[in-house]
C-alpha cells in the first residue's frame, strides 16, 4: 500500500425509517431516538436517527470489502454528528502511513451534505 493511497468509496442507499426498526430488532437497540419521533422532537430533534453503530457497522463492511477480514488488526470510530433519517452516508477511507508491514486506514463516513458523522482509524496488514 502507498500513502495517499484513497479506497474505493461505499455509498450507501438513504436511511430509511425501515432501516432503523430492521437494526433496532438486529442491534437490540431501542432508544427511542432511533425509531420513534415523538420521543425525539421531545429531545430536541427534528426526527429520529441512525444509531451510530449501524454507521460503525457500515464502515466494517467496507474495511472487509477493501481487506480481507484476517488483515485487519485494529479498528476504531469516534462519533461526531447524528446521522438523520433519509441521510446518505459514504464510508471513505485513504492509507496515511505505512511501517513495519502494517499500513494506517484514516476512516470518515459523510452524508451527502459534507457532514462527517464518523471518524475512526484502521490497522492493516500490508499484504504487498
Known amino acids: 500500500?502507498?500513502?495517499?493511497?484513497?479506497?474505493?468509496?461505499?455509498?450507501?442507499?438513504?436511511?430509511?425509517?425501515?432501516?432503523?426498526?430492521?437494526?433496532?430488532?438486529?442491534?437490540?437497540?431501542?432508544?427511542?431516538?432511533?425509531?420513534?419521533?415523538?420521543?425525539?422532537?421531545?429531545?430536541?430533534?427534528?426526527?429520529?436517527?441512525?444509531?451510530g453503530m449501524l454507521s460503525m457497522a457500515y464502515l466494517g463492511r467496507a474495511l472487509t470489502g477493501w481487506f480481507p477480514q484476517e488483515r485487519l488488526r485494529e479498528y476504531s470510530v469516534r462519533f461526531v454528528a447524528v446521522t438523520p433519517v433519509h441521510g446518505q452516508p459514504t464510508c471513505n477511507g485513504t492509507v496515511t502511513a505505512v511501517a513495519d508491514g502494517t499500513a494506517t486506514i484514516e476512516l470518515t463516513v459523510t452524508l451527502a451534505d459534507g457532514t462527517v458523522t464518523l471518524q475512526g482509524s484502521a490497522l492493516v496488514e500490508d499484504a504487498t
Not at 436511511?15 to 432503523?20: Q, W
Open 1 to 51: 500500500m502507498i500513502v495517499g493511497t484513497e479506497l474505493p468509496p461505499l455509498t450507501l442507499p438513504p436511511i430509511s425509517r425501515t432501516t432503523l426498526a430492521l437494526y433496532a430488532g438486529a442491534s437490540g437497540d431501542h432508544n427511542p431516538m432511533h425509531i420513534d419521533v415523538d420521543a425525539a422532537q421531545q429531545a430536541g430533534h427534528p426526527d429520529v436517527f441512525a444509531h
